[in-house]
Nanobody, 121 residues
């Protein structure tokens, strides 16, 4: 089993920045891909970013503004969010998968409980 705990959410004005962090514990040696998803009120969960090996992949809506980074030695994955917009407001979830390059939520094996990000206009 793998446990994921997110931190770093909060309230920020539009144009500002936040950095989310996800700490993994347990059988982390089996994890290949780590990603971030988000869910806004009344909307379905959506993919934000993922990283595996030396690769990264982003949703079009955050490309150029968000950066995902993984420190394998620390079992952490961060999401640096710049130029935030009100439409980025959501609960952000960290996820981990045993497979390579997955961007679909259903393909992930472990999930954190989420951290709230609120961007005011």
């Amino acid at each position: 089993q793998v446990q994921l705990v997110e931190s770093g959410g909060g309230l920020v004005q539009a144009g500002g920045s936040l950095r989310l962090s996800c700490a993994a514990s347990g059988h982390t040696f089996s994890i290949i891909t780590m990603g971030w998803f988000r869910q806004a009120p009344g909307k379905e969960r959506e993919f934000v970013a993922a990283t595996w090996s030396d690769s990264t992949y982003y949703a079009d809506s955050v490309k150029g503004r968000f950066t995902i980074s993984r420190v394998s030695a620390k079992n952490t994955v961060d999401l640096q969010m710049n130029s935030l917009k009100p439409e980025d407001t959501a609960v952000y979830f960290c996820a981990a998968a045993h497979r390579t390059g997955v961007v679909v939520g259903g393909a992930y094996d472990y999930w954190g409980h989420g951290t709230q990000v609120t961007v005011s206009s």
